[in-house]
């Protein structure tokens, strides 16, 4: 189930509409209005609002998204190795 996503990033003012159908990020140019303004009002003390995502990690760059891939796919490996080993 693909969809879009408005996502916004602690220390930044603005918020992204991330349509991961069309793999495009866009700064969202319009001003939020009603429970949409609420929710990124919040921002500016701090909280977090989230609805409909369960994992999300800020990284700086492509290369260190990589590294974390990295990593959790050698934990894998070394699972399937101990499974193999044991079975």
Request: glycine content about 14%.
């Amino acid at each position: 189930m693909a969809g879009v996503v408005i996502l916004g990033l602690t220390g930044e003012d603005g918020l992204w509409v991330v349509d991961l159908e069309a793999g495009a990020v866009l700064p969202l140019d319009i001003v939020p209005v009603g429970d949409m303004a609420t929710a990124a009002s919040y921002r500016s003390v701090g909280a977090s609002f989230i609805k409909g995502v369960n994992f999300a990690v800020h990284v700086t760059s492509a290369a260190q998204a990589a590294e974390g891939l990295h990593e959790i796919a050698q934990g894998l490996h070394e699972v399937a190795s101990g499974l193999h080993e044991n079975g």
